[in-house]
C-alpha cells in the first residue's frame, strides 16, 4: 500500500522540475530583453562618456584607495584595489549610458613613495570608438 505513494512523489519531483525551468527561462527572458533595448545614441555619448571618466576617475581612485591606506593596506596595494573596483563601475557607467567602456593596460607603479598610474580607456557604441590614455598620481602620505 504505500508502494502507490511513489507516484505522487514523482508527480511532485517532476512539476517542482518543471516549474525551475520555466523560471529559469523567465529570468533569461527578462536578463535578454534588458540588453536588447535600444539606446538612442546621438553620437556623443562616446565622448562625453570617455570625458566623465577621464575626468573623475583620478579622484574616485584616490578617494578609495585612502580609504583602504587608513584601513591598514600599502600605499600600492590600495591603489590597486581601488583600480580594481573603479574598473567594475567603468562597465556599469558604460552599460547604463549604452556605451561599451573599458579600462585596459592598466599599470600601478611606486615611484619614489608616490603611486602612479595609468591606463588606457576604450569607449565605443554602434557607430563610433574611442581609445584614450589616462595617467595620474596618487601621494596617500
Known sequence: MLD????AQM??????VLLMSLLSMAIYGVKIAGLTMAHDTVGTE??????QVADNLPQLVERRAEEWYVG???ELQSVESA??????DVL????IRGVELKLRNITVEDV???????????????????????AFSIDLD
Open 92 to 95: 556599469h557607467h558604460g552599460e
Open 4 to 7: 502507490e505513494d511513489d507516484r
Open 46 to 51: 562616446v565622448i562625453e562618456s570617455s570625458s
Open 72 to 74: 591598514g593596506m600599502s
Open 112 to 134: 619614489g613613495g608616490i603611486i602612479e598610474v595609468s591606463c588606457e580607456l576604450g569607449a565605443a557604441d554602434r557607430n563610433s570608438m574611442l581609445t584614450r590614455t589616462i
Open 83 to 88: 583600480m580594481s573596483s573603479a574598473h567594475d
Open 11 to 16: 508527480l511532485l519531483a517532476t512539476g517542482v
